[in-house]
């Protein structure tokens, strides 16, 4: 048996190499990484197991982390799930016999308050990591645990009927925690992490671009809603001074064309205009969206 205090000690080691690994959560990793790389006391240590969903190591009292995995051609939409009135979000218990076990280290970090890793599937053996995260409620009917992402979302009554606004601030504090940075990865894979319109490859200078706003209807945060932007060109394009019509052909607003302010607008910027974007996706079901590009090239030609 491990005894709390050692439990308790490599969970923090756990969410500290975390941390290193993928940039505070801004950068995917592999299932080979989970499985290898974390080290206790000189010793390979998986924070993840084959084959099942919730990782709960030999001799310890609760689990360690959760998986989603991404199905087989296809990223997964947290997004397509529904939140319940109290705006907090679900993940479900292992219904097969064989998961009684690990469903008990669920419980069982629920009951201690143990913070969990949690492995979102961005592609088959790439996901996500949101930590930490923690159960604060069991669902048996439903056959599943309330998540909170944040510690406001842990002050929450599960299942309680809360305010409009309130339910609106929970559910856009799940966007941040969730849904943007699983966006952002999978754009950002799709992209080969490079600026679609320059092909800079610095990922801390690019951003995962919306198309369509995510605060208007069709603003979806889907891969083909997304660009992989430099900061400079997703500026440009938040502020409509770059447009990108649906062939894919960059144009900047004319009003720039005639500037004379040095080589940063004149690369930068107008050295651009008409040439086609530099990168796309390899997989054409990952490449933009051709009305919504036609949608926000009206936007770019009307300002």
């Excluded at 051609?73 to 705006?87: F, L, T």
């Excluded at 997703?234 to 062939?247: C, E, K, M, S």
Aim: charged letters at 25%.
């Amino acid at each position: 048996m491990v005894d709390g205090v050692r439990e308790e000690h490599i969970r923090a080691a756990a969410l500290d190499w975390l941390s290193k690994v993928t940039l505070d959560g801004t950068v995917p990793v592999s299932r080979v990484q989970l499985r290898d790389d974390f080290e206790v006391d000189g010793s390979r240590f998986p924070l993840v197991d084959a084959g099942r969903g919730i990782r709960k190591p030999r001799g310890w009292s609760a689990a360690l982390s959760i998986l989603t995995a991404a199905p087989e051609g296809a990223a997964w939409r947290p997004y397509d799930d529904s939140e319940g009135p109290d705006g907090l979000h679900r993940y479900k218990l292992r219904r097969d016999e064989g998961g009684a076990a690990e469903n008990a280290g669920l419980r069982a970090a629920m009951h201690q308050q143990a913070p969990l890793l949690w492995f979102c599937g961005i592609r088959p053996g790439i996901f996500q990591a949101i930590f930490p995260v923690y159960l604060i409620a069991e669902e048996p009917a439903q056959a599943q645990f309330v998540l909170a992402l944040t510690e406001a979302q842990r002050k929450i009554q599960p299942g309680s009927t809360v305010e409009a606004a309130l339910r609106q601030h929970l559910v856009a504090m799940t966007r941040r925690r969730l849904h943007q940075p699983l966006f952002a990865s999978q754009v950002m894979l799709a992209y080969e992490t490079r600026c679609a319109v320059c092909s800079l490859n610095h990922r801390e200078l690019l951003d995962a671009a919306h198309i369509i706003p995510d605060s208007q209807p069709n603003g979806d945060a889907v891969i083909t809603n997304g660009l992989a932007l430099c900061k400079l060109h997703h500026a440009a394009y938040d502020q409509n001074i770059l447009g990108i019509r649906p062939d894919h052909t960059v144009e900047i607003h004319h009003r720039l064309l005639a500037e004379i302010d040095g080589p940063m607008l004149r690369h930068g910027l107008q050295d651009h205009h008409g040439k086609p974007l530099m990168v796309l996706p390899r997989s054409r079901r990952e490449r933009p969206d051709t009305d919504r590009l036609l949608e926000r090239y009206e936007l770019f030609k009307a300002a």
